[in-house]
């Protein structure tokens, strides 16, 4: 059944622009569309866009508590700008005290192991909190970001959130990204400008040097395949 709906929307949205997609969504899945911002370049093309097709699309972001200020100061220029509200999930505060109670609060610098386990109380039980009786979760995943991301489509099926994810901004290039955000006065993260592409958790995140991969300062010590569970290879 997701197979089929998956390609169905490509079918049906093949022709369509970003926001004429977005329209389209909102009204196939009433109430039932929302897309995560974690306030980085792409997530701010993507509320430009949600914020100007004034649909029914719900924007939330999840509050780690280990975010960068400048996270929090482009979060309050974007509510200011677009006069939209976005949701927040926290964390459960158990499992966070728990956690640092049992191996502190820098773990995830031990292992990948241990860096996983914190992602996963901060970031992917919150967001599978957010995501519950959700139909389509926009994201701002880009095919170059990351070699794990070559293979992904415009609409997939998550099956380890059950929702079919649309990434509409999926064969865009970094360049095509920063345009739009300059020529449209979108809020940008401060970070940026300091050789910050993709910014997560302040103790988990470094600025890249010249060459570097796009993802090389997320979770820089490891030899991993940079990722923290909220996109992990789907499951059919």
Not at 124 to 144: C, D, F, Q, Y
Not at 167 to 188: A, G, H, I, M, R
């Amino acid at each position: 059944m997701s197979a089929s709906i998956v390609q169905e929307l490509l079918e049906k949205t093949a022709a369509f622009s970003l926001d004429e997609t977005l329209v389209f969504l909102a009204g196939e899945f009433p109430g039932k569309v929302i897309f995560s911002t974690s306030f980085g370049q792409e997530d701010q093309v993507i509320t430009d866009f949600i914020a100007k097709s004034n649909t029914d699309i719900t924007v939330f972001t999840l509050d780690t508590g280990r975010l960068f200020q400048e996270t929090y100061d482009v979060f309050h220029k974007t509510l200011k700008k677009y006069k939209r509200p976005i949701e927040v999930y926290f964390p459960e505060a158990t499992s966070v005290e728990k956690l640092l109670q049992e191996k502190g609060p820098n773990s995830f610098y031990d292992s990948v192991e241990n860096r996983k386990e914190c992602c996963f109380i901060r970031k992917v039980v919150p967001l599978r909190k957010a995501l519950a009786g959700n139909s389509v979760w926009i994201t701002g995943l880009r095919a170059e970001q990351s070699e794990n991301r070559q293979d992904l489509n415009l609409f997939e099926y998550d099956g380890n959130f059950e929702i079919i994810k649309f990434n509409p901004l999926l064969k865009w290039t970094l360049e095509e990204v920063e345009t739009y955000l300059s020529d449209n006065n979108v809020p940008q993260n401060a970070l940026h400008k300091q050789g910050f592409v993709s910014i997560g958790c302040a103790p988990c995140t470094r600025a890249i040097f010249p060459g570097e991969d796009i993802r090389a300062g997320r979770w820089w010590w490891e030899s991993s395949h940079k990722e923290c569970g909220l996109h992990s290879a789907k499951k059919e």
